[in-house]
Antibody, heavy 122, light 114 residues
C-alpha cells in the first residue's frame, strides 16, 4: 500500500528556520516525483514545487522559487520542504503528494500525505 | 504559465439534483500526440487532504462513484455530479499537468446543499 506520512505540526517564530518531511512507502521512492502543495487558512491549493528523488531534479513554481528549498534523501525514502527564515505569511497546511507516472511524465496526484500544519507567530 | 480558472466560486444544489462545475485553462492542455487532455479533478472535504476524482479529463479514479463525471477538451472542462449526495459537500479543484512536471490548480469551487 502506497503511503506518504508527513511530520507533525510545527509552531515557529518569524525568522526561524524549519524543515518538514514526507516519508514514502509501499512503492519505489526513486521512481516517482514528489510534490509539495500549500493551503493557506481558508484558501485554495497552490502547487509549490516537485522533486524526482532518483536524481534530485527539482522544479519550483515561480511563486515559491527562492522562498523554499525542496530536497530528498532516497536512502530513507523521505522528501523535505524547508525554509531558512519563516514569515507569518508562511502559516499554512503543507501537503506532499505523489503524481502518477515516472520521470518522463508526472501526471495527476493520486497519493497525498496527511498534511503538516505550520504556524508562524511571534 | 498555464492559468486555471473555475466557475462558479460556489454553488448550492438540492440533494439528488445535478451540480456542474466549470474549469478553463489559459492554453490548451490537449496533447495532439496522444489525444489526451492533461486535466484532473480533486475533491477536498474539510480537514482532509485532496482526493483525486478524475484524470485525463474524463477517467474516474478507482473507487470514485459513477455520479461523478468529467468532460471537455482543449481549454474548457466540466465536472458533473449527476445526483448530489450529502457526502459530496466539498471544495472541488481542477488541475493541469500538461506542463509536467510543472502544475497549476484552479481556485476551487465550493459545493453545498441547498
Amino acid at each position: 500500500e502506497v503511503q506518504l506520512v508527513q511530520s507533525g505540526a510545527e509552531v515557529k517564530k518569524p525568522g526561524e528556520s524549519l524543515k518538514i518531511s514526507c516519508k514514502g512507502s509501499g512503492y519505489s521512492f526513486t521512481s516517482y516525483w514528489i510534490g509539495w502543495v500549500r493551503q493557506m487558512p481558508g484558501k485554495g491549493l497552490e502547487w509549490m514545487g516537485i522533486i524526482y528523488p532518483g536524481d534530485s531534479d527539482t522544479r519550483y513554481s515561480p511563486s515559491f522559487q527562492g522562498q523554499v528549498t525542496i530536497s530528498a534523501d532516497k536512502s530513507i525514502s523521505t522528501a523535505y520542504l524547508q525554509w531558512s527564515s519563516l514569515k507569518a505569511s508562511d502559516t499554512a497546511m503543507y501537503y506532499c503528494a505523489r503524481p502518477n507516472g515516472g520521470y518522463g511524465e508526472a501526471l495527476a496526484f493520486d497519493y497525498w500525505g496527511q498534511g503538516t500544519l505550520v504556524t508562524v507567530s511571534s | 504559465d498555464i492559468v486555471m480558472t473555475q466557475s462558479p466560486d460556489s454553488l448550492a444544489v438540492s440533494l439528488g439534483e445535478r451540480a456542474t462545475i466549470n474549469c478553463k485553462s489559459s492554453q490548451s492542455v490537449l496533447y495532439s500526440s496522444n489525444n489526451k487532455n492533461y486535466l484532473a479533478w480533486y475533491q477536498q472535504k474539510p480537514g482532509q487532504p485532496p482526493k483525486l476524482l478524475i484524470y485525463w479529463a474524463s477517467t474516474r479514479e478507482s473507487g470514485v462513484p459513477d455520479r461523478f463525471s468529467g468532460s471537455g477538451s482543449g481549454t474548457d472542462f466540466t465536472l458533473t455530479i449527476s445526483s448530489l449526495q450529502a457526502e459530496d459537500v466539498a471544495v472541488y479543484y481542477c488541475q493541469q499537468y500538461y506542463s509536467t512536471p510543472i502544475f497549476t490548480f484552479g481556485p476551487g469551487t465550493k459545493v453545498d446543499i441547498k
